[in-house]
T-cell receptor, first 109, second 116 residues
């Protein structure tokens, strides 16, 4: 089976940098994705790591270490609109996504 | 980008009735769609994988006779909650991906079901 662990809540101030960690246990694994979900909205894709290392997309970066079964999402220059839930997800065989429990990020002025 | 729609966006039904939720890929074809449910402040739980032209694959613990899935075309999957009960009240979301990019799924806006 698969399991993913993330912190339940993170708080940071506007303009700061925050890192959301994700550790996983899975059999059969293609990569680690990150999704953002605002209250009442649909999840939206942020980033994907198939290989070890850092992927950068604007203010967001994501990192993966397969040997450590670990990844993180890094958000820079935090803005109030970044307040949302962030989910890591693994892509096992079959194309489905298995989501972590989610991290609620609260950005304060 | 790819767009997925859902209908209805919210529905209230009486206990014992059935409700159908539609999921459409608007600008791409999706041979595979996924159905999730999400309780408040919780994660997305995969319910089933919907395959065009074949039977859906249900995750462990999901009653296939209660949650009927039909993927009749390359752009439409439906989820029917049969004999709904208050505990079925939840946020139901579908997703799909474009060819070869399973990790980047496009989600519908979700359907909030309330069973009274």
């Amino acid at each position: 089976g698969q399991s993913l662990e993330q912190p339940s809540e993170v708080t940071a101030v506007e303009g700061a940098i925050v890192q959301i960690n994700c550790t996983y246990q899975t059999s059969g694994f293609y990569g680690l994705s990150w999704y953002q979900q605002h209250d009442g909205g649909a999840p939206t894709f942020l980033s994907y790591n198939a290989l070890d290392g850092l992927e950068e997309t604007g203010r967001f970066s994501s990192f993966l270490s397969r040997s450590d079964s670990y990844g993180y999402l890094l958000l820079q220059e935090l803005q109030m609109k970044d307040s949302a839930s962030y989910f890591c997800a693994v892509t096992p065989v079959g194309g489905k996504l298995i989501f972590g429990q989610g991290t609620t990020l609260q950005v304060k002025p | 980008g790819a767009v997925v729609s859902q209908h209805p966006s919210w529905v209230i039904c009486k206990s014992g009735t059935s409700v159908k939720i539609e999921c459409r890929s608007l600008d791409f074809q999706a041979t595979t769609m996924f159905w999730y449910r999400q309780f408040p402040k919780q994660s997305l739980m995969l319910m089933a994988t919907s395959n065009e032209g074949s039977k859906a694959t249900y995750e462990q613990g999901v009653e296939k006779d209660k949650f009927l899935i039909n993927h009749a075309s390359l752009t439409l999957s439906t989820l029917t909650v049969t004999s709904a009960h208050p505990e079925d009240s939840s946020f139901y979301i579908c997703s799909a991906y474009t060819s070869g990019r399973q990790y980047e799924q496009y989600f519908g806006p979700g359907t909030r079901l309330t069973v009274t």
